[in-house]
């Protein structure tokens, strides 16, 4: 599923990344997702938190 329209990052690049350790400023750096309008930085964060299993405030968006 596309997180990023913007740049067509996927949730998978987004949890690949974030198992690997990497912030969300990493994945932002590295896989520009939120780098253009920014709509999607609530679900990358939610994404990046789910994958690294720390304390999360929103759930995983849902599929349409
Ligand atoms: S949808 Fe991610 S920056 Fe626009």
Redesign the pocket.
């Known amino acids: 599923m596309y997180i990023?329209?913007?740049?067509g990052?996927t949730e998978d690049e987004i949890r690949q990344c974030s198992a690997q350790g990497a912030t969300v400023q990493d994945i932002q750096d590295t896989l520009k997702?939120?780098?253009?309008?920014?709509?999607?930085m609530d679900e990358v964060k939610s994404v990046h938190c789910h994958a690294q299993k720390t304390h999360c405030v929103s759930p995983l968006p849902q599929a349409a």
Not at 4 to 7: D, E, H, I
Not at 33 to 40: D, H, L, N, R, V
């Open positions: 990023c329209l913007c740049y990052v997702a939120g780098k253009c309008c920014g709509c999607c």
